[in-house]
């Protein structure tokens, strides 16, 4: 990690105080957030948490922002009761407690829910989204589960890559140009990677002047210099997932 006593600031600039317009439901062995709206559709995104969990509100205002553009949403509790990280933890104690919640290890999940998602409420095309730590288990999803029609990592640490970089769907990769966890190094050499291997569409982009956590953050309120990036982070996102879903 590029710095150790805080491996992860994605609690810079406030979180939301924001209560949910979905609700909590229980698939198979997962607890989860679902949003789904009005409308019928056939259309479902998975959202994948951040290092704080599943009931982060950021985490789910972005849920029920997915549903206001029309799809049926859902976070699970990836981390399935393990306890999510809180701002009182030891910083220090934070590579020991990743070792029990990996990134690359939530197939079995992703699983249930994809079922639920197509037998409980009808979705027909799925994407996924995932910020952070989610951003990473996108990557590894992107690169391994070819029932997921689209992606979106939101400055998900780099790996996966190391072995292939031949993603199974279009994927779409968000970046802070400050981010100090991703050394913007990292991501050029992804990008060549891509470039070499991958078949389907892909895009990279990186936000200037954002850090890390930037879009699922209510960070106008102390720096209304981001506030057009954030918004920019948010439009892109959407716009990619209704162009391959």
Same mark, same amino acid.
């Given at each position: 990690m590029a710095n150790e006593l805080r491996p992860c600031p994605c609690d810079i600039g406030d979180r939301f105080d924001y209560g949910g317009r979905g609700q909590e439901v229980q698939v198979e062995?997962?607890?989860?957030?679902?949003?789904?709206?009005?409308?019928?559709?056939?259309?479902?995104?998975?959202?994948?948490h951040d290092i704080f969990g599943w009931?982060?509100?950021?985490?789910?205002?972005?849920?029920?922002?997915?549903?206001?553009?029309?799809?049926?949403?859902?976070?699970?509790?990836?981390?399935?009761?393990q306890e999510a990280w809180k701002l009182s933890n030891d910083?220090?104690?934070? #590579?020991?407690? /990743? &070792? %029990?919640?990996? $990134?690359?290890?939530?197939?079995?999940?992703?699983?249930?829910?994809?079922?639920? @998602?197509?037998?409980?409420?009808?979705?027909?095309?799925?994407?996924?989204?995932?910020?952070?730590?989610?951003?990473?288990?996108?990557?590894?999803?992107?690169?391994? #589960?070819?029932? /997921? &029609? %689209?992606?979106? $990592?939101?400055?998900g640490v780099i790996r996966f890559f190391?072995?292939?970089?031949? @993603?199974?769907?279009?994927?779409?990769?968000?970046?802070a140009e400050k981010d100090d966890h991703i050394p913007l190094e990292q991501v050029t050499l992804l990008e060549?990677?891509?470039?070499?291997?991958? &078949?389907?569409?892909?895009?990279?982009?990186?936000?200037?002047g954002q850090t890390h956590g930037f879009v699922h953050r209510k960070r106008e309120d102390i720096n209304p210099q981001d506030k057009p990036y954030i918004e920019e982070g948010r439009e892109d996102m959407i716009n990619w997932l209704n162009k391959y879903l």
């Amino acid at each position: 990690m590029a710095n150790e006593l805080r491996p992860c600031p994605c609690d810079i600039g406030d979180r939301f105080d924001y209560g949910g317009r979905g609700q909590e439901v229980q698939v198979e062995h997962i607890k989860a957030y679902v949003c789904k709206p009005s409308a019928n559709t056939e259309k479902a995104v998975i959202v994948i948490h951040d290092i704080f969990g599943w009931q982060l509100p950021n985490t789910r205002y972005m849920v029920d922002m997915l549903t206001t553009n029309g799809y049926i949403a859902i976070c699970p509790d990836f981390f399935v009761g393990q306890e999510a990280w809180k701002l009182s933890n030891d910083w220090a104690s934070f #590579n020991d407690w /990743l &070792k %029990t919640r990996d $990134s690359g290890k939530i197939d079995k999940e992703v699983d249930v829910v994809l079922k639920y @998602l197509r037998e409980q409420c009808g979705a027909k095309k799925i994407g996924v989204i995932g910020f952070c730590w989610g951003g990473a288990a996108v990557q590894h999803l992107m690169l391994k #589960n070819p029932q /997921l &029609k %689209t992606g979106v $990592s939101l400055y998900g640490v780099i790996r996966f890559f190391e072995d292939r970089s031949s @993603l199974l769907n279009p994927t779409f990769f968000i970046f802070a140009e400050k981010d100090d966890h991703i050394p913007l190094e990292q991501v050029t050499l992804l990008e060549q990677k891509l470039k070499q291997n991958c &078949k389907v569409d892909y895009k990279v982009k990186i936000y200037p002047g954002q850090t890390h956590g930037f879009v699922h953050r209510k960070r106008e309120d102390i720096n209304p210099q981001d506030k057009p990036y954030i918004e920019e982070g948010r439009e892109d996102m959407i716009n990619w997932l209704n162009k391959y879903l």
